[in-house]
């Protein structure tokens, strides 16, 4: 009989409004959890779609949609960074002492003005190193040249170190017939040592 009435306490009224009142206050907290957790990611999400340029985000609303082109987006940059970077070390080893252009070896104290050109992966890569002059260099000059020579420029970088012009040119070249890389090698030393 005992076990019987430690039943009959476990059933009484007062104990299972106890047990529905601690449900229902775990049921509404659980969800006042769930609701800020989704406001919150909501925010993110929003966040999140804010800082993506407009070509990766494209009028995609969902979430996995977003992420996914938030990851592209972040492989996109560490691509162009280390493209920067391997650019930025180039530049930086044709600033040094001593700089190695085929057949000619020159030093930061040397007066000569150069040009390199080369065929790269993206076309044609043209390297220059000038003193800095009081007329100043002309790069309209140069980008002319290359157009009348049929490249068609992609990127142009520069850098000043030490009262010396860097330039590095990636062009394509769009007329393989009107193009002669040794020529252009030539005029634009021509150009750079004469203005």
């Known amino acids: 009989m005992s076990k019987g009435r430690?039943?009959?306490?476990?059933?009484?009224?007062?104990?299972?409004e106890e047990n529905l009142s601690n449900n229902n206050e775990r049921k509404i907290m659980r969800r006042d959890i769930e609701r800020q957790r989704r406001e919150q990611m909501a925010s993110l999400y929003s966040s999140l779609r804010l800082l993506l340029p407009l070509e990766f985000i494209k009028g995609k609303r969902s979430a996995s949609d977003l992420i996914n082109?938030?990851?592209?987006?972040?492989?996109?940059m560490t691509e162009k960074i280390q493209g920067l970077q391997?650019?930025?070390?180039?530049?930086?080893?044709?600033?040094?002492?001593?700089?190695?252009i085929p057949g000619i070896e020159i030093s930061n104290?040397?007066?000569?003005n150069y040009?390199?050109?080369?065929?790269s992966e993206?076309?044609?890569?043209?390297l220059m190193s000038s003193w800095l002059r009081e007329e100043g260099f002309l790069l309209s000059k140069v980008l002319e040249l290359l157009l009348e020579e049929g490249l068609s420029v992609i990127r142009c970088a520069s850098n000043k170190t030490n009262?010396?012009?860097?330039?590095?040119?990636?062009?394509?070249?769009?007329?393989?017939?009107?193009?002669n890389l040794s020529e252009l090698q030539q005029k634009l030393n021509a150009m750079c040592n004469y203005g």
């Open 86 to 100: 391997v650019e930025r070390d180039q530049l930086k080893n044709l600033s040094n002492s001593t700089a190695f």
């Open 122 to 126: 993206a076309g044609v890569e043209i």
């Open 109 to 112: 104290n040397c007066s000569l």
């Open 6 to 16: 430690s039943h009959k306490i476990l059933a009484t009224p007062d104990n299972n």
């Open 115 to 119: 040009a390199t050109v080369r065929v």
């Open 69 to 76: 082109e938030a990851a592209n987006y972040i492989k996109h």
């Open 163 to 179: 009262q010396r012009l860097f330039l590095t040119i990636q062009s394509e070249v769009c007329d393989p017939t009107r193009f």
